[in-house]
Every structure is written in structure tokens, then in C-alpha cells.
């Protein structure tokens, strides 16, 4: 089993940056593809960013392009996600999951945990 613990969220005017962190535990972080995921209010959760096991083949929706960056380090279990030039569409409540799938990393079922979940609101 695998617990994830997201930070890093916070309020940030429009333009500005973060960076999300993503802590996972136990010993076997390398099985799995990490994923960011947002849910805005009233919204679906929906795909952001994925990476896989070995740090290569960074993934993202058309909206966060050039914009967002997904990185681990497998040596801390951790997955970042840096937000650059942010905008107020970008507000939600960001998670990251572990899969232990070999596909579909877009998809919500591709992934067996979840973190508790941390909020980014732009102000514009």
C-alpha cells in the first residue's frame, strides 16, 4: 500500500508560480506512474500531468503546456509539479496518484491511490 501527501498548494495572483510536492511512502515508488489530477468546484477530477517510473515521458493536457512541470526524484518518493505563469482557470484542488497500470495514464482508473488533496487558487 502506498500513502501520497500533497503541499505546496496556497493563493497566488494571476502570472505567479508554485510548486506542488508529492511524498509517497513505503519502499516500492519506482512501480508506479505518478499523476497530477485537478478538480475545480462543481467539476470532474481531471488529468494534468503524469510521469513515469523512471522519470521519463512526462505527459500533459494541452491547457498546462509550457506552462507546467512534472518531475520525481525517486531517491526522496517524491513527484513535483511546478506551475508557471499561472491563470485563474487554474484554481482546483490538485491530487497526485500512483498507478500501477502500463497505460491510460489520463484516466482516473488507471490510478490505485490518491493523495488527500492540496488547493491552488489564482486570483486574477
Known amino acids: 500500500q502506498v500513502q501520497l501527501v500533497e503541499s505546496g498548494g496556497g493563493l497566488v495572483q494571476a502570472g505567479g508560480s508554485l510548486r506542488l510536492s508529492c511524498v509517497a511512502s513505503?519502499?516500492?515508488?519506482?512501480?508506479?506512474?505518478m499523476g497530477w489530477f485537478r478538480q475545480g468546484p462543481g467539476k470532474e477530477r481531471e488529468f494534468v500531468a503524469s510521469i513515469s517510473r523512471g522519470g521519463s515521458a512526462p505527459d500533459y493536457t494541452d491547457s498546462v503546456k509550457g506552462r507546467f512541470t512534472v518531475s520525481r526524484d525517486n531517491a526522496k518518493n517524491t513527484v513535483y509539479l511546478q506551475m508557471n505563469s499561472l491563470k485563474a482557470e487554474d484554481t482546483a484542488a490538485y491530487y497526485c496518484?500512483?498507478?500501477?497500470?502500463?497505460?491510460?495514464?489520463?484516466?482516473?482508473?488507471?490510478?490505485?491511490?490518491w493523495g488527500q488533496g492540496t488547493q491552488v487558487t489564482v486570483s486574477s
Open positions: 513505503g519502499r516500492t515508488f519506482t512501480s508506479y506512474t
Open positions: 496518484g500512483a498507478s500501477q497500470s502500463f497505460f491510460d495514464f489520463r484516466s482516473k482508473s488507471a490510478y490505485r491511490y
